[in-house]
């Protein structure tokens, strides 16, 4: 597995981003994929999650009802659809796969991480 994030930028308030995760390999299409995000001076924290066939996707409470996830494992991708931006959303957003086929918010059962992609939203 090698994960590539993408899709980060500036965006204003109220606007809309779509982030994706490609696994360059082409091999976790049965790994749950997670997205987490790390803001400046905080800690990362759990954003989103997805199992290996598209279920049980979960989503932190501060993002429920305006991010979305979703994985199309014929182009090995896993996205995270977010609508009505906050500036708090304001972080670099990291996706990460598990060794499992379901897996949650705990960051520790993450095994593959990529490079992160930066998302800034203005007020």
């Known amino acids: 597995v090698q994960l590539q994030a993408s899709g980060g930028g500036f965006v204003q308030a109220g606007g809309s981003l779509r982030l994706s995760c490609v696994d360059s390999?082409?091999?976790?299409?049965?790994?749950?994929v997670g997205w987490f995000r790390q803001a400046p001076g905080k800690e990362r924290e759990f954003v989103a999650s997805?199992?290996?066939?598209?279920?049980?996707?979960s989503l932190a409470d501060s993002v429920k009802g305006r991010f979305t996830i979703s994985r199309d494992n014929a182009k090995s991708t896993v996205y995270l659809q977010m609508n009505s931006l906050e500036p708090e959303d304001t972080a670099v957003y990291y996706c990460?796969?598990?060794?499992?086929?379901?897996?949650?918010?705990?960051?520790?059962?993450?095994?593959?991480w990529g490079q992160g992609t930066l998302v800034t939203v203005s007020s």
């Open positions: 990460a796969a598990a060794l499992s086929s379901y897996s949650g918010p705990n960051s520790a059962s993450y095994r593959y």
């Open positions: 390999r082409r091999t976790f299409n049965n790994n749950a």
């Open positions: 997805i199992s290996w066939n598209g279920g049980r996707p």
